[in-house]
């Protein structure tokens, strides 16, 4: 095959040949070799952690969290790319969950070495993690693939938020995340049997899956209803008077 048979092969630029940044350290029992020794359904349960980009301008990106099992993804606004916002956004999960639904919640949560992770402590007090445990883990350095779910599932996000598009996450407010995230978890999944994400993560996590997805506005949306075209946030913006994001 060629690259101009392959749909999203023909769409991304070159890679840049920069010199890779520097790893975040963090403690031995955090390595991705710690996280595997948890066990198969340990780490099949996880959750995956990253960040999501806007335009060259802006200050403000997405904290985006995955659910393994369920496919279920939350994206949480940052005003920055870094290890502050980190914490008072995912403190923001705590307060939703509190703390016996934090540590019920996340079991263990795998993200990278990014600059914006390198508060463990911060990170790991924010998701229930006790005195003797560890439920926070890293990636290797410059392995992403290692928690590729997450990687996957930015696809959906960038259907509505296309990068490159000179779209200001700036701008986005509550409304236009639920709205996003309300259409990605709406869609149905093969690995799910043909599932949403959303409903696979309240037969999971029953209370808890219910609270978080009340809270940030996820809705179950008809299949005949989907729309994952930046048309949607674009409309829903225009009809509340809010300027375009780009």
Known sequence: MTNMELRRKVGYRPRSHRAPKRATPHSPRRSHAAFLALGEDACAAAWEMDTVEGSREDSACLLTLLHRPSRLQLALPLAAKDAESVAAALGG?????????????FRAVLTDNGAEFSDEGAIAALIGEGPGETRLFYCDPRRSDQKGACERNHVEIRKLLPKGRGIRFDRLAPADLALAMSHVNSEPRGALGFATPA????????????????????????VDGLDLTPGLIARARAERGDAPLS
């Open 93 to 105: 999960v705590r307060s939703v969950l509190g703390a016996g639904g934090a540590r019920r919640v």
């Open 199 to 222: 409903r696979a993560f309240r037969a999971m996590l029953g209370d808890d899956a219910a609270a978080l997805l009340d809270a940030y506005g996820i809705e179950d949306v008809p």
